[in-house]
């Protein structure tokens, strides 16, 4: 059971602001992803990061960036939040060279932008 | 490019009963992961149970086993004796294969119900 932390669970905000949701894990882990994902729908990676000061961009294009300054924290920013930014946000981990290199999630952060 | 297909959007069981949640998978890498995992209403994403590719024997994690077909690119979850608690978004995802970022492809998910 990996422990993996994300706040704020939900979140709402005006256009234009700028938002940082938080992911930590415990695990020590090396790997650590962001998905984004819409209501019912499937998740869709958007960042991810091989260890401190990697990080890569997924498959689906984000306006958000992220920063991984330490091995435990990797969060996630929007400079300026607009209305096509609703969604849910789940972040995940996983230790490298393990066999399944199961990827454990943190509960999401559920970001509406009137 | 890895493709996971759910075909059933919606699904009712009766409480007690055993159901079968369908998964298929499409790669040209020999080896692979196939995951299975929860989601509840609250949103978070509970992971179930794990097969790999070479794996001999079909994974079981108490009540949840995985029927896996290789030849048919199948890898369906079965619940058994199910509970009002498994009422749930269920997906299937697919490991990237290699060393690289080994990033996780979903399904569509399907939604289950236990009826009492």
């Known amino acids: 059971e990996a422990d993996i932390y994300q706040t704020p669970r939900y979140l709402v905000i005006g256009t234009g602001k700028k938002i940082t949701l938080e992911c930590s894990q415990t695990m020590g882990h090396d790997k650590m992803y962001w998905y984004q994902q819409d209501p019912g729908m499937e998740l869709h990676l958007i960042h991810y990061s091989y260890g401190v000061n990697s990080t890569e961009k997924g498959d689906l294009s984000s306006e958000s960036t992220v920063s991984r300054i330490r091995t435990e924290h990797f969060p996630l920013t929007l400079e300026s939040a607009r209305p096509s930014h609703t969604s849910q946000y789940l972040c995940?981990?996983?230790?490298?060279?393990?066999?399944?290199?199961?990827?454990?999630f943190g509960p999401g952060t559920r970001l509406t932008v009137l | 490019a890895q493709k996971i297909t759910q075909t059933q959007p919606g699904m009712f069981v009766q409480e007690k009963e055993a159901v079968t949640l369908d998964c298929t998978y499409d790669t040209s890498d020999p080896s692979y992961g196939l995951f299975w995992y929860k989601q509840p209403s609250s949103g978070e994403m509970i992971f179930l149970i794990y097969?790999?590719?070479?794996?001999?024997q079909n994974a079981t994690e108490g009540r949840y086993s995985l029927n896996f077909q290789k030849a048919r690119k199948s890898a369906n979850l079965v619940i058994s004796a199910s509970q009002l608690g498994d009422s749930a978004m269920y997906f299937c995802?697919?490991?990237?294969?290699?060393?690289?970022?080994?990033?996780?492809?979903f399904g569509s998910g399907t939604r289950l119900q236990v009826q009492p």
């Open positions: 097969q790999g590719s070479y794996d001999q």
């Open positions: 995802a697919m490991r990237e294969p290699g060393t690289g970022r080994r990033a996780l492809t």
């Open positions: 995940a981990s996983s230790e490298t060279g393990g066999y399944t290199d199961t990827q454990y």
